[in-house]
């Protein structure tokens, strides 16, 4: 496990993410579901699409345009879901939104999405930090 209480190393993992953004495509499989999410707020503007098989999410990507909190965030939920089913998917954003909202959580499950811990200290960047998060549990309560 590593040690995410490095201010330096948190804002590292978050440029990686955001300059080298993991499983960012739009699919050409007809069979994926689908979420448009977008901020009035911010230039957030993503499209989120998983492929089921079963209660197995078999992929997960995203496409279209944010800044960096967004990008990182949602980079990091595509590494983290990708493999698990429906019930741990949900498990995992449920504690993603309990560290956000500084309420107790699972550390363990967030894996590198600990980074975005202190993202309650700046309110206005609560929705960037989410946006994939909350596109994803719509799709997986459809």
Not at 48 to 53: D, E, G, I, R
Request: with cysteine; hydrophobic share 35%.
């Amino acid at each position: 496990m590593h040690s995410f209480n490095d201010p330096l190393m948190m804002r590292q993992i978050i440029m990686d993410h955001y300059e080298h953004p993991r499983n960012k495509r739009t699919p050409v499989h007809p069979n994926y579901m689908h979420v448009h999410m977008d901020s009035a707020s911010c230039i957030d503007d993503i499209h989120l699409y998983v492929l089921m098989q079963g209660d197995f999410i078999s992929d997960i990507c995203f496409d279209g345009i944010g800044c960096a909190i967004s990008t990182a965030s949602t980079s990091i939920l595509t590494e983290l879901i990708m493999g698990k089913t429906r019930k741990e998917a949900l498990h995992i954003i449920q504690q993603y939104e309990a560290m956000i909202f500084e309420q107790p959580y699972e550390e363990d499950s967030l894996e590198e999405a600990v980074v975005f811990r202190n993202t309650s200290k700046q309110a206005n960047r609560i929705k960037c930090a989410t946006i994939g998060w909350d596109g994803l549990k719509r799709l997986l309560h459809e």
